[in-house]
Each structure stands twice: as C-alpha cells, then as structure tokens.
C-alpha cells in the first residue's frame, strides 16, 4: 500500500461547528505532517508528527488541533474556524528525515461558511 | 536559509512541444531535489527526485539533473501531452529538515 488517504474528501463547516479531517496511511512512515494550501500558492507547513510526538507547529492557530493516535492515523480537530482558513488541508507521511520525498493525499477541501 | 525559486508563470504549450521549467535553490549541505505536479483538484504527487548532484531523476518522460554547480534542477520534457496541464512545484529537503516549496508553476497544453 502507497498510499495516503484522508477523509473527507470535501467539508462544509459553519464558524460554530466542531468537526476533524482524518488521515491515514499503511507504508510504515513514522513522520507524518499537515499542510495548508490555498488557491494557486505552494503548500504551507502546520504540523509535523514524528515517532507518534509533536516536533513541530509552525505557529498554528489553536482552533486547529492534531492529533496522532498511532503511527498510521493523523487527524486535525477544527474548532471555531474563520472564513480565510477555507484551503485545501493535504496530508503527507515520510520516514523521518526521509531524502526521498513525501507522500501525499489527496486532501480535504475545507469551506468554512 | 533555505529556498526555491522557479520561473515566473504560467505556461502555455501546444501538444508535442518541448517543455522546460527553470528552478534554482538555495541551501546549506546537500539537499534531495524534488518536482512534484498537482493536477487539478487533487494533492501533490511526487513526480521525480535527486538525491545527489548529478543524478538524473526521471518519470512519464520528464526528467531533472541536479547541477550543483549552477544550484538548478530544471525539468524538461521532449513533447508534452494535454494530460500533462497542472500545476508543477520544486522543492527541496535539506537532511533532517523540513520540505520547501518554490511557488509552483501552471502549465496549460493546448491540443
């Protein structure tokens, strides 16, 4: 299995609602990350999983909140989200300071309303 | 720091013609170079990579050397397909350090 597969595909969110976008992969990657992309731009660094332990926020908002429950499963808890933080959020997995690149998902697109 | 610049977009194409996108880097140590291409409405896949310089990293007829000479890792194709239009990012991975883009690039090939 290469693969990465995050669910939904696609969410709708009011600014009240409480939701979480879940990521998933089988390759035995012990890093995995949460990217934000917005419209036409490169993919920015949220979070950084390695061996299961936080390693890196790269200064997130605390209404986004990650979680990783074992080495295969990433989620990202919304809270509270604002109207510009509508994107498409990919997930990606690598073995930790991996040369050879990372896998990506397919991703989730996120409009909060 | 660390950074990635590519030439300036976007890329219109007939089918069949040749296809060259410019990146150059900026990096301490030796980093892995890396393209990857998002089609529309979906995520990154990773289309090709160099691990060190001089090697040649090829994929669905695309291909990249890593010049460590001029610091450039551009990606060429001899005859590009309409299927090819999307959206192209270099990157680049320092060791034990975070992936940074560079801007990404469109192309559109018209049939």
């Known amino acids: 299995d290469t693969e990465v597969t995050q669910t939904p595909k696609h969410l709708v969110m009011g600014m009240t609602n409480k939701k979480s976008l879940k990521c998933e992969q089988h390759?035995?990657?012990?890093?995995m990350y949460w990217y934000k992309q917005k419209a036409k731009k490169p993919p920015e660094l949220m979070f950084v999983?390695?061996?299961?332990?936080?390693?890196i926020n790269e200064s997130v908002p605390s209404r986004f909140s990650p979680e990783c429950p074992n080495s295969s499963l990433l989620n990202l808890h919304l809270h509270a989200l604002q109207p510009e933080d509508s994107a498409l959020y990919l997930c990606?997995?690598?073995?930790?300071?991996?040369?050879?690149?990372?896998?990506f998902g397919s991703g989730t697109r996120l409009t909060v309303v | 720091g660390n950074s990635v610049t590519q030439m300036e977009g976007p890329v219109t194409l007939s089918e069949e013609a040749f296809l060259t996108i410019n990146c150059t880097y900026t990096a301490t140590g030796y980093p892995s170079l890396f393209w990857y291409v998002q089609y529309p409405g979906e995520g990154l896949q990773l289309l090709l990579k160099?691990?060190?310089?001089?090697d040649k990293g090829s994929n669905k007829g695309f291909e990249a050397t890593y010049r460590k000479e001029t610091t450039s890792f551009h990606l060429e194709k001899g005859s590009v397909q309409v299927s090819d239009s999307a959206v192209y990012f270099c990157?680049?991975?320092?060791?034990?350090?975070?992936?940074?883009f560079g801007k990404g690039i469109t192309l559109s090939v018209r049939p």
């Open positions: 160099a691990t060190k310089a001089d």
């Open positions: 390759m035995g990657h012990r890093a």
């Open positions: 990606a997995s690598s073995q930790p300071a991996d040369r050879y690149g990372y896998t």
């Open positions: 999983y390695s061996y299961e332990k936080l390693s």
């Open positions: 990157a680049l991975s320092p060791t034990n350090s975070k992936l940074t």
